[in-house]
């Protein structure tokens, strides 16, 4: 059973930068690919970005485009989401899931994190 742990989320304002991390308690093939998903209040949750195992990278969400960098460091089972120029409408609960393969489907994966809140206030 993988356990993924979030943190890194915060109020900032508009304009500001937070970097989310997501670990997992250990690597199997069901880690090869880490992925950020976010949920609004009222919204389904969606797929921001996925990662592989090698590196390779997937965005979903066009409005994060330029915006967001995910990344990964495999020595620490770790994954992070840099967020810059943030907007209002990236405030959400944002999960780390786990995968063997990269999906921006929810129903796709098994495991998740607990969520870590972003605000961004205008």
């Known amino acids: 059973q993988v356990q993924l742990v979030e943190s890194g989320g915060g109020s900032v304002q508009a304009g500001g930068s937070l970097r989310l991390s997501c670990v997992a308690s250990?690597?199997?093939?069901?880690?090869?690919?880490m992925t950020w998903f976010r949920q609004a209040p009222g919204n389904e949750r969606e797929g921001v970005a996925g990662?592989?195992?090698?590196?390779?990278?997937?965005y979903w969400t066009d409005s994060v485009k330029g915006r967001f960098t995910i990344s990964r460091d495999n020595a620490k089972n770790t994954v992070y989401l840099q967020m810059n120029s943030l907007k209002p409408e990236d405030t959400a609960m944002y999960y780390c899931?786990?995968?063997?393969?990269?999906?921006?489907?929810?129903?796709?994966?098994?495991?998740w994190g607990q969520g870590t809140q972003v605000t961004v206030s205008s």
């Open positions: 899931a786990a995968n063997n393969y990269c999906s921006s489907r929810t129903r796709d994966f098994d495991y």
């Open positions: 250990e690597y199997t093939y069901r880690t090869t690919c």
């Open positions: 990662i592989y195992y090698a590196g390779g990278t997937i």
